[in-house]
């Protein structure tokens, strides 16, 4: 099922921050109490390999995201132990040490259930009992959330492909115009581009003149 256009589910969940505090963090309840943005990204486990590789790209940008009144949040189905001692891993050996956005830990997959992110295959025997195969930790699934909490992108990647951070960016970007402006954005729209009229006459002015 696909969120984009509705509401982000209201589910709180564990969560843990840089200084290893433990938190409750609802996704949905970030955005509109803060009114802002949250890009939350699910990541399958720590201690891995391209995860590191992208919780460190997110906080390279962390300004970027700031600045764009947008709140990061990283998610796995780790426990917070488990990230703790991730967050005291040298980077220099494959830890986080350094990353200081939140970290969810949806140890019994509540949230990444809801939002059918989960490497998990369900088959019944005959006596139709369920059976779960899979490795039972989530996709790579990024999901971009408004100051209402709307969705308004969302993705999933699988395991050995990691994210492009700027992307996520341009889509914020490309979504805050929309907001200020009411006008939509074409194929490749960077800010400081034309954007159109939804129109029949506005995407023929587009057109032409690109």
């Known amino acids: 099922m696909s969120y984009v256009g509705k509401k982000f589910p209201s589910i ?32 399958p486990k720590d201690f891995t390999f391209v995860c590191p590789t992208e919780l460190h790209a ?4 962390l300004e970027d995201f700031k600045q764009r009144n947008t709140v990061v949040i990283g998610a796995s189905c780790d426990t917070n132990e488990v990230h703790f001692a991730w967050l005291n891993t040298a980077k220099d050996n494959g830890g986080i040490e350094g990353v ?6 949806d140890t019994h997959r509540q949230l990444a259930g809801t939002l059918g992110i989960l490497d998990q295959e369900v088959e019944y025997t005959e006596e139709g009992e369920e059976v779960f195969s899979g490795s039972n930790v989530s996709y790579r699934a990024t999901y971009l959330i ?10 999933v990647n699988d395991m050995p492909l990691g994210r492009n951070v700027k992307e996520y ?6 979504y805050a115009h929309v907001q200020k402006h009411g006008e939509v954005c074409p194929a490749n729209w960077e800010e400081g ?5 939804a129109t029949r006459t506005g995407v023929a002015e587009y057109l032409s003149a690109n």
Not at 58 to 61: D, E, K, N, T
Not at 100 to 105: D, K, Q, V
Not at 169 to 174: G, N, Q, S
């Open 193 to 197: 581009k034309s954007a159109m009229n």
């Open 12 to 43: 709180t969940v564990d969560a843990m921050s840089e200084m290893g505090d433990d938190l409750k963090i609802n996704v949905f309840e970030e955005a509109v109490k803060n009114n802002s943005k949250v890009l939350l990204f699910w990541y």
């Open 146 to 155: 408004d100051e209402t909490g709307k969705v308004f992108h969302e993705s």
């Open 169 to 174: 960016l341009r889509l914020i970007d490309a």
């Open 58 to 61: 997110f906080q390279a940008a």
């Open 100 to 105: 200081t956005y939140p970290l969810i830990a």
